[in-house]
């Protein structure tokens, strides 16, 4: 996983683009979130794939994961996210997924 900083502001709050591959189908991959999280927004770095994103790191037949389809930004704003975990998982091999956190 890779990490830069932008300096494009949103109020107070500063961007962080993170990247997390999900080299293999049907495995969770966790991503903790900073503790000072105050949104984020996430996408397939592509615009063909789709992923499932959760807050539960539990069984992916589980249904405690929303599909983020292809083609799609999906955002939580204005929350406090902070110190949490959220958890990836695709059905194909080696989709990138790209975050945007707010903090």
């Known amino acids: 996983m890779s990490e830069g900083t932008l300096s494009v502001k949103k109020g107070t709050a500063t961007p962080t683009i993170m990247f997390k ?5 049907v495995t969770v991959y966790n991503l903790p979130l900073p503790a000072d999280c ?3 927004s996430v996408r397939a770095a592509d615009a063909t794939s789709t992923f ?8 992916v037949t589980l249904p405690t994961y929303i599909t983020i389809p292809a083609n799609t930004i999906y955002t939580i704003d204005s929350v406090t996210l902070g110190r949490k975990t959220i958890y990836l998982n695709s059905v194909v091999d080696g989709i990138t997924v790209q975050l945007m956190i707010w903090k």
Not at 52 to 57: D, S
Request: contains cysteine.
């Open 21 to 25: 591959v999900c080299t293999m189908s």
């Open 52 to 59: 499932n994103l959760g807050f539960v790191g539990t069984s």
């Open 38 to 40: 105050q949104g984020l």
